[in-house]
DNA sequence: CATAAACCTACCTATCCTATAGAGATAGGT
DNA sequence: ACCTATCTCTATAGGATAGGTAGGTTTATG
């Protein structure tokens, strides 16, 4: 389950992708537009600005934008910046501190094994999906729920 | 990330998988041999009593059984029991009790789009991966790893 | 009836999640 | 030089949840 901060994160990334035309946008402003505690919102911009997802600007006419474009922002990045890693046991996720206590040998516990195969299918999800992505798939569910409402009126 | 609970459930039903012929195994035994806090794992195996995966005998000469065959219990199942569910947001759970907070219009959230993806992913890995499967995958793992030793002798 | 087991209710504790407060650093405009 | 709008950093607090424990109760066997 991903925590509120990956949810905040992703709503806040997605405001930025769809309204950041080059200048940058205030924490305040995404609190306020996307419903999100403005305090909270700053220790997860400073999160994803030192995992390389955000640039920002100090000072009067500062705020934060992209370092990317939204076709280089893979969701799998996002989670893995605020969740350290998204893989379903410790001894699986990147940051590998050792092994999980559980597993005596890593090589054949089998739950290692079975959580690797999901890891592997999660992976190949998160990797592949883009904020970009996020943002068409959302918009274009947008317009059609709007198609299917003018239809109906 | 599955909890500790989880992990526990898992190497007790592998337990059970490999060891029951019949007849019934005591909560002790299981929490000896896979070194499992004895009260912890009591009310691990009531729940999975109640979810269906287990039958208990009561009384002297009691102790658990698997209710079906290892090939008919599906990781997934165990998962859901004791996570209730593994979807990444609470709205694609199973025990749906609403809507997240965080996404306005559930049609229409990008966050909801792509984590409905990444469950599709996870419950293809899960439901398609039996008890039977992950204690093969182990004494595969652990055939291999002995071949291995004995070349190297 | 004695004993061996599962069953049930309640409780405790540490850790993490969510959120907040306030002072500090930095830049822009005048 | 100064004021103000920003982000930045450190510290803290409440609540929920996970992990674990204790002790008594019920049920079956012999």
Redesign the pocket.
């Known amino acids: 389950m991903i925590?509120?901060?990956t949810k905040y994160a992703l709503k806040a990334l997605g405001y930025l992708a769809e309204h950041s035309v080059g200048d940058?946008i205030?924490?305040?402003e995404l609190a306020k537009e996307e419903n999100i505690?403005?305090?909270?919102l700053?220790?997860i911009?400073?999160a994803l600005?030192k995992g390389g997802v955000l640039k920002?600007?100090?000072?009067?006419?500062?705020?934060?934008m992209l370092a990317l474009p939204p076709a280089n922002i893979t969701i799998g990045k996002i989670v893995s910046i605020l969740e350290g890693g998204f893989a379903l046991v410790e001894c699986l996720n990147d940051n590998v501190k050792g092994v999980c206590e559980e597993c005596g040998d890593p090589a054949c516990c089998g739950i290692r094994l079975v959580m690797s195969d999901v890891k592997k299918a999660i992976d190949s999800v998160l990797e592949s999906t883009t904020l970009a992505d996020m943002v068409e798939k959302s918009d274009t569910a947008r317009q059609h729920k709007s198609k299917i409402m003018d239809f109906s009126i």
């Open positions: 925590s509120k901060k940058p205030l924490i305040s505690p403005r305090k909270f700053e220790a911009l400073v600005r920002s600007k100090i000072g009067k006419g500062g705020g934060y």
